[in-house]
């Protein structure tokens, strides 16, 4: 049995009937290419591998290599950081990404899957508090930064719990599915994601304060104008950052950005 090694944030999911769920969540269609990021063991590979579509699995810890191509020879078994290898060039065409991602790179592992082209779905096994974060309404204390930018670009289901007990070895915290489905039109253009999230993030630095105070801090405006701009695109200056969906951020950041 392969030892979990904590300097990569390993804790491997055995459970075969959570495993299948996880696969049956990604819905993969014969023909397409599934990405399967951190396979560890082979727990939710072995669900994945044999239905018909071409499955890479990227694994960084050598050790797990081996035995991950021996037992499954008609998948491709890339060693390597996730985080350093070309999704795009791995796939060559649409794809579908999933896994049981560690704790500690979850956010840039969601940045580079949600990368354009953004692939078809994709559906990680995260901290349970990330996925609150993740799919939260506006209103709720979880809403933030990370709502907004991912759902400008991607719907977000919350699709059901894992508890911290059905890993090797347990974490501290439970887990939860998410599955995310990239928007056919996002709110937000490719070229606008970065400045975007950095907008949203610089106004959630605020996040105590109003939208209007928020503005004035961020831009160094006085408060008439950051007012007016405010009210051009139909935001109440008075309101909570966490109550502006994320549609309200995206005309915000562009009304903004067309008078700086």
């Known amino acids: ?39 560890g063991p082979g727990g939710l590979t072995s669900q994945l591998a044999g239905r018909g579509f071409h499955l890479i699995a990227i694994e960084r810890d ?33 794809f579908a990404i999933i896994g049981n991602i560690p704790y500690n790179i979850t956010s840039p592992l969601i940045d580079q899957a949600l990368r354009p082209p953004r692939p078809r779905r994709i559906v990680y096994l995260v901290q349970k508090e990330v996925a609150q974060r993740l799919a939260a309404v506006p209103g709720g204390k979880e809403y933030g930064a990370l ?18 007990g059905a890993f090797h070895p347990p974490p501290k915290v439970d887990s939860a599915l998410i599955r995310l489905t990239p928007r056919e039109v996002p709110l937000i253009s490719d070229e606008e994601v970065a400045p975007f999230r950095r907008f949203v993030v610089g106004l959630f630095g605020f996040r105590r304060k109003q939208v209007g105070r928020a503005l004035r801090e961020l831009t ?41």
């Open 62 to 94: 050598h050790d797990l290599v081996p035995g991950l191509r021996d037992r499954f020879p008609g998948v491709t078994i890339v060693e390597g950081d996730a985080l350093e290898e070309d999704w795009h060039r791995l796939a060559a065409g649409p």
């Open 147 to 164: 709502t907004v930018g991912v759902q400008s670009v991607a719907t977000v289901e919350r699709l059901f719990r894992v508890p911290a």
């Open 1 to 39: 049995m392969s030892r979990p090694r904590k300097a990569l944030g390993q804790h491997f999911l055995r459970d075969p009937g959570i495993l299948r769920r996880i696969a049956e969540a990604l819905d993969p269609q014969p023909g397409e290419t599934i990405l399967e990021i951190g396979p």
């Open 220 to 260: 160094g405006w006085e408060a008439e104008r950051a007012v007016q701009v405010i009210r051009r695109v139909g935001l109440i200056e008075t309101s909570r950052m966490e109550t502006v969906a994320p549609g309200g951020f995206v005309a915000l950041f562009r009304e903004v950005a067309s008078v700086l």
